[in-house]
């Protein structure tokens, strides 16, 4: 019975084009559809229904992990539709699980709108290209593009380290390996030592998320290596400092050179919902390391970062105000997702003021432009 269910779950969220489906004791099962959540039309769930639900897609040494641990993470296939990543978890002693959609299809750099400069920078023989955001933002997708762009045109050794394995690569003209923190590596910066030992042209790694990792990360770089790495963290300048402040303050001088050297770019992105339709359209910001941001990098002037992109939007680079803004003009998203995934909302809001003013979400910004005069960002 539960296999049956959470076939039909996972057929209705393909069907639906949804991204995510969120299964919790008290609610029927629940879809995530271009950003919104979207209950579906049946049954409210209870704690024998999640737990059998759980049971039927779950590994046992999963459970195990979930007994122990109170959560635990896996990936599984769903017939040629694509793959799941599931996160199993506890809540008020009950099962609850949220199962993201991988589709089996890559999407180009085109699809996708990622800027220019890409396809050349996935050619790079070494450096280091970080994909940063927050959680749900895209940029597992945006990765396994280029993955998969250097796979079907260039002759190299790939290796990608994630926790779990989410898109799968066949071999193309690359030779490719993929594998998983937890199950083929203890971990992230187990892997990224490793790695080097295992004739490398490419190394992906799914999160810097300790020091150990960061620095075995920029250390591949070093070395000759083209590494892609994910953040989350919002934007370029935010980027650069969160890994320079992610080491002792007697390390960060020798760090910033390395970076200044090793860093080749940072795309930052965040999905908004498309205006009036469905599915999702991905803002950018993109900072292509020139030899001007090297030295700002280097001289600890991260703060004059953000100007420089600006001033630099002839080489591709631009930031997500930008780009945000751009999206808002040729209609592709809302005023009220302008604002809101802005970094300068009061800068937005008065800009759509003065070039759209018959947009009717105007109407709907009041009690926004009050909480902002009282912020005083007005």
């Not at 180009?108 to 280091?128: E, H, K, V, W, Y």
């Not at 953040?231 to 080491?247: E, K, M, P």
């Not at 005023?335 to 008065?350: F, G, I, Q, W």
């Given at each position: 019975?539960?296999?049956?269910?959470?076939?039909?779950?996972?057929?209705?969220?393909?069907r639906?084009?949804?991204?995510?489906?969120?299964?919790?004791?008290?609610?029927?099962?629940?879809?995530?559809?271009?950003?919104?959540?979207?209950?579906?039309?049946?049954?409210v769930?209870?704690?024998?229904?999640?737990?059998?639900?759980?049971?039927?897609?779950t590994?046992?040494?999963?459970?195990?992990?979930?007994?122990?641990d109170?959560?635990?993470?896996?990936?599984?296939?769903?017939?040629?539709?694509g793959?799941?990543?599931?996160a199993?978890?506890?809540?008020?002693?009950?099962?609850?699980?949220?199962?993201?959609?991988?589709?089996s299809?890559f999407?180009?750099?085109?699809?996708?709108?990622?800027?220019?400069?890409?396809?050349?920078?996935?050619r790079?023989?070494?450096?280091?290209?970080l994909?940063?955001?927050?959680?749900?933002s895209?940029?597992?997708?945006?990765l396994?593009?280029?993955i998969?762009?250097?796979n079907?045109?260039?002759d190299?050794h790939?290796?990608?380290?994630?926790?779990p394995?989410e898109?799968y690569?066949?071999?193309?003209?690359?030779?490719?390996n993929?594998?998983?923190?937890g199950?083929?590596?203890?971990?992230?910066?187990?892997?990224?030592?490793?790695?080097?030992?295992?004739?490398?042209d490419?190394?992906?790694?799914?999160?810097?998320?300790?020091?150990?990792?960061?620095?075995?990360?920029?250390?591949?770089?070093?070395t000759?290596h083209?590494?892609?790495g994910?953040l989350?963290?919002?934007?370029?300048?935010?980027?650069?400092?969160?890994?320079?402040?992610a080491?002792?303050?007697?390390?960060?001088?020798?760090i910033?050179?390395?970076?200044s050297?090793n860093?080749?770019a940072?795309?930052s992105?965040?999905?908004?919902?498309?205006?009036?339709a469905?599915?999702?359209?991905?803002?950018?910001e993109?900072?292509?390391?020139?030899?001007?941001?090297?030295?700002?990098?280097?001289?600890?002037?991260?703060y004059?970062?953000?100007?420089?992109?600006?001033?630099?939007?002839?080489?591709?680079?631009?930031?997500?105000?930008?780009?945000?803004?751009?999206?808002?003009?040729?209609?592709?998203?809302?005023l009220?997702?302008?604002?809101?995934?802005?970094?300068?909302p009061?800068?937005?809001?008065?800009?759509?003021?003065?070039?759209?003013?018959?947009?009717?979400?105007?109407?709907?910004m009041?009690?926004?432009?009050?909480?902002?005069?009282?912020?005083g960002?007005?």
């Amino acid at each position: 019975m539960a296999t049956i269910q959470i076939d039909r779950l996972l057929d209705a969220c393909i069907r639906m084009g949804g991204s995510d489906i969120h299964i919790v004791v008290g609610r029927p099962p629940t879809l995530r559809i271009s950003g919104s959540l979207k209950s579906l039309d049946t049954k409210v769930l209870d704690s024998e229904d999640t737990t059998a639900l759980m049971k039927s897609i779950t590994p046992e040494k999963n459970q195990q992990q979930l007994q122990e641990d109170g959560s635990c993470d896996f990936g599984f296939a769903f017939g040629d539709y694509g793959r799941f990543r599931v996160a199993v978890f506890r809540q008020k002693s009950n099962i609850s699980m949220v199962l993201r959609l991988i589709p089996s299809k890559f999407l180009s750099f085109d699809q996708i709108g990622l800027p220019g400069p890409t396809a050349s920078l996935c050619r790079r023989p070494r450096g280091l290209f970080l994909v940063t955001g927050p959680t749900g933002s895209g940029k597992t997708t945006t990765l396994a593009s280029m993955i998969n762009y250097i796979n079907e045109n260039l002759d190299t050794h790939i290796i990608t380290v994630e926790e779990p394995i989410e898109y799968y690569h066949d071999h193309k003209r690359a030779v490719i390996n993929q594998r998983e923190v937890g199950l083929d590596v203890p971990t992230f910066a187990e892997a990224l030592k490793r790695s080097l030992r295992q004739d490398p042209d490419v190394i992906l790694v799914g999160e810097l998320r300790d020091l150990d990792t960061i620095e075995a990360a920029i250390s591949a770089a070093e070395t000759g290596h083209l590494v892609f790495g994910t953040l989350h963290t919002t934007g370029c300048q935010g980027t650069v400092n969160r890994i320079i402040d992610a080491f002792p303050t007697n390390q960060q001088e020798m760090i910033r050179v390395q970076l200044s050297t090793n860093l080749i770019a940072v795309l930052s992105q965040t999905l908004c919902p498309v205006k009036n339709a469905k599915g999702r359209v991905a803002a950018y910001e993109f900072m292509l390391v020139t030899p001007a941001i090297s030295n700002l990098i280097r001289e600890n002037k991260t703060y004059r970062i953000e100007s420089t992109i600006q001033t630099c939007r002839n080489l591709g680079m631009r930031l997500l105000d930008d780009h945000l803004w751009e999206l808002y003009q040729k209609g592709q998203i809302s005023l009220m997702e302008l604002v809101d995934k802005s970094r300068n909302p009061a800068e937005m809001l008065k800009k759509a003021r003065e070039n759209f003013p018959k947009d009717p979400d105007h109407a709907k910004m009041g009690p926004i432009i009050g909480e902002m005069q009282a912020l005083g960002q007005t």
